[in-house]
């Protein structure tokens, strides 16, 4: 069982910075690929980025390439969401998820992955 907690959501202007944070419990997050995601109201949930277990490959949506920058660091168990740049159509509930098919180098895919955090606001203003 895996624990996700994600953090430092919040409000900012348009053209500001926010970095995001996911905590996760387990011994085994070291094994599993990382997403982030998002969801603005009345919308689906969609796909921003991902990581692999050894943070050796990233893949981000057309939307945020070249703006937001994924990260991770297993020592603690912590993947991040640098986001810059950030516009008023970027607001939106934040998660992280995790795949937890051991060493596999990830989904963009909102049904392949098996944990999910609570959710941080963000929310940019114009």
Known sequence: QVQLV??????VQAGGS???SCAASGRT???YAMGWFRQAPGKEREFLARINWSAGRTYYADYVKGRFTISRDNAKN???LQMNSLKPEDTAVYYCAADSRPYYPGSNYVSEYDYWGQGTQVTVSS
């Open 6 to 11: 994600e953090s430092g959501g919040g409000l």
């Open 18 to 20: 926010l970095r995001l």
């Open 29 to 31: 997050f070291s094994s």
């Open 78 to 80: 912590t993947v991040y």
